[in-house]
């Protein structure tokens, strides 16, 4: 499985950007999905997930309310909805698919950059 993250870009606080993550090489559509983000220097953390339905989604507190994950199993896609975006919200962003197996994350696209200014 290939994960391709795009969508980051430069935008004001208080913006808006949609973070999109296409898989190619097999169907996605029977794995969580997920999105992480990383600061230079730091660990990476968790964002959100999704299961592999769709019916469960779940959020970090530092975005929750803002940021809203979502998939299209048919366009083997997952998404990220970001609003109200801070500054503290500049950093590279991954997508992540995992069969919730016992490794842990399975596949991990390359990251996108986010970028908030004040």
Same mark, same amino acid.
């Given at each position: 499985v290939q =994960?391709? +993250?795009y &969508? &980051? @870009?430069l935008v004001? +606080? @208080?913006g808006s950007l949609r973070l *999109?993550? +296409?898989a190619s090489g097999r169907t996605v559509s029977t794995y969580a999905m997920g999105w992480f983000r990383q600061a230079p &220097? $730091?660990?990476r953390e968790f964002v959100a997930a999704i299961s592999w339905s769709g019916g469960s989604a779940y959020y970090a507190d *530092?975005? $929750?309310g803002r940021f809203t994950i979502s998939r299209d199993n048919a366009k083997n896609t997952v998404y990220l909805q970001m609003n *109200? =975006? $801070?500054p503290e919200d500049t950093v590279v962003y991954y997508c992540a698919a995992d069969s919730m197996g016992a490794v842990g994350v399975d596949y991990w696209g390359q990251g996108t950059q986010v970028t908030v200014s004040s």
């Open positions: =994960l391709q +993250a &969508g &980051g @870009g004001q +606080a @208080g *999109s993550c +296409a &220097g $730091k660990e *530092s975005v $929750k *109200s =975006l $801070k």
